[in-house]
Structures are given as C-alpha cells and as structure tokens.
C-alpha cells in the first residue's frame, strides 16, 4: 500500500485515496440491519475526517489501534455536506518512519514564541510585585511550562492543537488588559488589571492535566473525574503554598474564584458564579476569544485574496448556524485607506499599521521588571528572526 501523505485538506469528492493518517477515534457499530461496520475518525496537521468499512469491518478493526499511524486505501465522498472515506483496507505504520508534525495540528506561531511573549506581558504590566511572584513560580517550573506550552485549549470547537491553550491565553492576556485598563479609567477603582492577566494565564492550566494529547486529543481519567476548573484550583494553592514568605491569603483566594468561576455559569461546570469585576471581566473575555477562533474555523476556508471570494461556511454546531463571509471590498463606502488585505493576514510578515513589535503599543514600553528579568530584550531578538508571530498582534 502506498505510504505517500496526502492532506486531509487536500481531498476531493469522489476521488480515490491511498495515505498516511494517524487514527484518533474507531469504533464497532452496527447498521440497521445488525450486520457490523468500523467507524473511524483520522487526522493529520489539516484536520479529521469520518471514515467508515463495511465489508470486513472485524478484521479491519484488529489491524491498527487509537493513536496508532495507519495506512490506508479508500474513495472520498460527500456525505451531508461533509467529505468522508469509505474504506477499502488499511494497514498499521510503524513509528520510525513518521514525522510528527504532519499528523498532530499545532498553533500558527512557535510555542516557545508565545510563551516568551505572555512572560514579557507578564514583567512589563504586572504592577503588583506579589501577584508577579505568583505566576512567576508558576510558569518557571520547567514540567509544568513544558506541558503548558504544548497543551491544547480544547479536544473540539476552539484552540483544539497544540499549543492552542497558550495561544488562547496570550490572546485573551492582551485583550484583557486592554480591557481592564479601560475600566480603570471609566470606573475608577472597580478593576485591578493585575488580576485580570493572572486570571487569564490560570483559568484554564488545569487542561495540562484534563486532556491527553500525546497523539489524538481525548479526555484523561483525571480529567473525566475532577475536570480543569477544580484541578485549577489545587494548583493556585500547591504553587501558594509552596512559596516563602506566603502568598497573602486574601490574593490566594481572589485567584482560586477566577478559576473556579470563568465558566460563568453553574449549568456550564462553575462551581460558583463570577463574583467580582476582574472574574466577570474574565469569563467573557474566554467567551469571545473561543468563540473569534471557532469563526476563523469557519470563515478561513473562504477567506482568499480573490475579489469574488466570499459566502456561508458549512453549518457549525458550536455556533448554533453558519458564518457569513462578504467578499473583499471593491469600492465605496466599505472601503477604508489602511485596511488589511486577506492575503497579508494569512503569509508571514508585519501587519500594515500593527506596532513592529507585537507588545509595543500594547505594554507601554520597558519597565523595571522588564529590565530586571532580561526577558524583554531575548524576546524581541528572537521575534525577528520570526516576524509571522507579529502577526498575533493586536
């Protein structure tokens, strides 16, 4: 069988392929009739695809297991709006010869990168030295920054590849301070902008431990049983408690109400409700930003540079409908000097009207803690040898 690679992207209806996928999901199911077919789901870098076997489905079924790379042979066809394979055989595939990257989808920007990036947000906008203490114990333990920077957000719907919850966390960091900087002003007194960020870097880090993603992503039975949102919550004491001298009291407790209630709502997995600003500020601040990624899955396939490009993605569960796409400007009133074009916020480089740094127009400069952490300069020398991370600006 042929072990060339062929991306999921790359398919096309009613055509035969013969690739490499890495298996995520199969299963034994039954047709109406009783009689057994295997339903499988594969995936690489580009996406997943449903694939079904109707004949021979037991014997097909003992060849591979979940998360093993198998090679198979099989006809594309569209099946309610949806490309998927109906399988002819397929063959397990050793190891040694398979180059991760092409099977595991991974965020945009270098994960190193990203992380850099939320530690320099980190020294040069956090004003409060003990919150800074915090999440800098937090994110200096080499195990847990190094399953931090490869988590996923999700296992569906939003920041579902590696590095997703990193990139979903740098996201929110920047929005957030924005936004709480904002109601520093307008409402003085109400918003501590320190809290904010710290609430965005630990909402989610329980997912390092909730979710498996050495191959396909899934569900840990830890995660299955406690979740990320209590698993949360231990951690925000583990790492206060570990500190000397201790971490006030009353910070530790403002921390573990952001993680255990960005969910927002008791139905949604909180077990309590946002309670104050900074924990309002938060859990809509992870409702947009999920939400932003879910219309990029939608809208990027219709996203070019071609002037007629435009129209409705396929139907989104998780967005309750379809995304509607219009087509690049041609003239007149929607048309504004500056804009960004499709194709300059696809490719590498800066974008026309961004700061040249990605954190310049945001963090206002070096502060003490920039200069005393080293970190701020490291990083802008390495995102120049990277300028598509400039494109996760603001």
Request: glycine content about 8%.
């Amino acid at each position: 069988m042929a072990r060339s690679k062929v991306f999921i992207a790359d398919l096309e209806d009613n055509s035969v392929v013969e690739s490499t996928f890495l298996l995520a999901v199969k299963s034994i199911r039954e047709t109406r009739s009783g009689d057994p077919y295997l339903s499988m789901t594969l995936q690489d870098r580009t996406g997943t695809i449903e694939v079904r076997a109707w004949d021979n489905a037991l014997v097909l079924d003992k060849r591979a297991e979940v998360d093993d790379f198998v090679a198979i042979r099989g006809r594309v066809s569209s099946y309610r709006d949806n490309l998927q394979i109906t399988l002819n055989d397929l063959e397990r595939v050793d190891d040694a010869g398979v180059d991760l990257a092409d099977y595991m989808p991974h965020s945009r920007w270098s994960a190193d990168l990203l992380f850099e990036e939320l530690r320099e947000l980190i020294d040069t906008s956090i004003e409060s030295a003990e919150v800074r203490r915090f999440l800098n114990a937090l994110l200096g333990d080499e195990n847990f920054a190094t399953r931090y920077k490869q988590a996923p957000a999700a296992v569906t719907n939003h920041h579902n590849f590696l590095g997703g919850l990193l990139e979903h966390t740098l996201s929110m960091a920047r929005l957030g301070l924005q936004m709480a900087r904002h109601y520093q002003t307008y409402y003085p007194g109400l918003v501590d902008s320190d809290l904010v960020v710290a609430g965005v870097v630990l909402h989610d880090m329980g997912k390092i431990e909730e979710l498996s993603y050495r191959r396909s992503f899934d569900y840990t039975t830890e995660g299955r049983l406690v979740g990320h949102i209590a698993r949360g919550a231990e951690i925000v004491g583990q790492v206060a408690g570990a500190l000397q001298p201790p971490v006030d009291a009353e910070l530790v407790t403002h921390l573990k109400h952001l993680v255990l209630s960005h969910h927002g709502r008791l139905e949604y997995g909180s077990p309590v409700t946002p309670r104050t600003a900074e924990a309002m500020i938060l859990h809509f601040l992870d409702l947009i930003d999920s939400r932003m990624n879910m219309c990029w899955n939608a809208c990027e396939p219709l996203m070019t540079g071609d002037a007629q490009a435009g129209g409705w993605s396929d139907y989104r569960r998780a967005l309750e409908g379809f995304m509607f796409v219009a087509p690049p400007p041609t003239g007149g009133r929607w048309e504004h000097e500056g804009r960004v074009s499709r194709d300059a916020s696809r490719g590498p480089g800066l974008v026309p009207g961004a700061p040249a740094s990605p954190s310049d127009g945001l963090n206002g400069g070096a502060s003490q803690a920039d200069s005393e952490s080293g970190r701020s300069s490291e990083s802008r020398a390495r995102r120049a040898e990277d300028n598509n991370l400039s494109l996760f600006g603001e």
